[in-house]
């Protein structure tokens, strides 16, 4: 019996005054300067103070609630979040009391990797145990980055893009960086690791398949430890560089790595990359994220009837189903560890 969906994402101030707060919960116990605190809250007021993200996750919650109802599922949706209100840990205690037994968990990212799908299973127990002996047990959804509604909607964005470019544009995938020392213990050590950076690369070849483009690139962007340390690289608008000094006149981005808006969209892509662009006089488009189509909610729902019936799961990749696990208790040892920091 399955009782509720919970939607777990990372968070996102709406409010100047929420910023800095917000920056220390994500930042807590990494030993980030304040400097760079300073730097990303910069980035956060030039937007008013206020992230897309918890709107975006609203808005597609409200879309699921209306698929779940037109395939005649009752199932309610409650919010919870990593670093910001609504917190993860008060939906779990709020869904308790409410006599939620068993939930399904949505969490807002479609790959493996540490803070793409393990911290979600540490976010899961750590709501648990401060609810208690009364918290629900929670069922973690699977990763979707080859499930074909999603490839289908990146690719009809990407194809709207590159409608606003001229022809022999280059489409240029892009997904958050991470310390590549996290990106090697990215899944069991059996598998050799890297899950993550090689299920953005799957992704990405399904849409540019699905696109009919043979050519394209994988890069990242958002990096934020020290110069010292490796991350994934290139960088994207290191890459764009790059491009114009081989001739490219145009570049469609598609930000394969996010299924939403965050600041990482709207700063690194819409305003520092594309300005890179028009200082070097190309002409650029960056894609729609994929949560606003209709077929995203129809990927959700499709994921809770994969829990509820058994069914086979949809997807295009030979890549085993990972992910799902029950109250975040599952992971392999070793799997998807965070990255150790320098010294310890």
């Known amino acids: 019996m399955t009782d509720a969906l919970l939607w777990l994402s990372f968070g996102g101030p709406e409010s100047p005054a929420d910023v800095r707060p917000f920056l220390e919960n994500v930042t807590r116990g990494r030993g980030v300067p304040p400097e760079r605190l300073d730097e990303v809250e910069a980035h956060y007021q030039h937007f008013g103070g206020v992230s897309p993200i918890n709107r975006l996750n609203r808005e597609a919650m409200a879309a699921v609630r209306a698929e779940l109802l037109r395939q005649g599922l009752d199932l309610p949706i409650y919010f919870g979040n990593r670093n910001w209100h609504p917190l993860a840990e008060d939906t779990v205690a709020k869904m308790a009391a409410d006599g939620v037994r068993r939930a399904l968990v949505f969490p807002t990212s479609a790959y493996g990797g540490y803070s793409a799908c393990r911290q979600y299973h540490e976010d899961i127990a750590r709501a648990r145990a401060a609810t208690g002996p009364d918290a629900p047990d929670l069922v973690k959804l699977r990763h979707f980055f080859d499930h074909p509604l999603f490839v289908a909607a990146v690719a009809d964005a990407v194809r709207a893009s590159a409608a606003t470019v001229p022809a022999g544009y280059r489409l240029v995938f892009t997904a958050h960086s991470v310390p590549d020392s996290a990106d090697r213990a990215a899944g069991p050590p059996e598998e050799g690791g890297r899950r993550y950076s090689r299920q953005v690369a799957e992704a990405s070849r399904l849409v540019a398949a699905a696109v009919g483009v043979a050519d394209y690139d ?40 996010f299924v939403s808006d965050h600041l990482e969209v709207v700063w690194d892509l819409d305003t520092e990359a594309a300005e890179k662009a028009a200082e070097l006089g190309m002409a650029f488009a960056r894609s729609a994220t994929p949560n606003g189509d209709p077929r995203f909610a129809e990927l959700v729902v499709d994921l809770i009837r994969e829990q509820l019936a058994g069914a086979e799961p949809a997807k295009l990749s030979d890549f085993a189903v990972g992910g799902c696990t029950l109250n975040g208790a599952a992971c392999a040892v070793a799997c998807c560890e965070p990255a150790k920091r320098p010294g310890r």
């Not at 958002?222 to 340390?229: A, E, F, H, I, Y």
């Not at 560089?241 to 145009?250: M, N, Q, W, Y």
């Open 218 to 257: 994988v890069v990242w962007q958002s990096r934020s430890g020290p110069p010292q340390v490796p991350w994934l690289a290139p960088d994207v608008v290191d890459h764009i560089e790059d491009l114009h000094g081989r001739g490219v006149r145009a570049v469609v981005v598609c930000p394969i790595g």
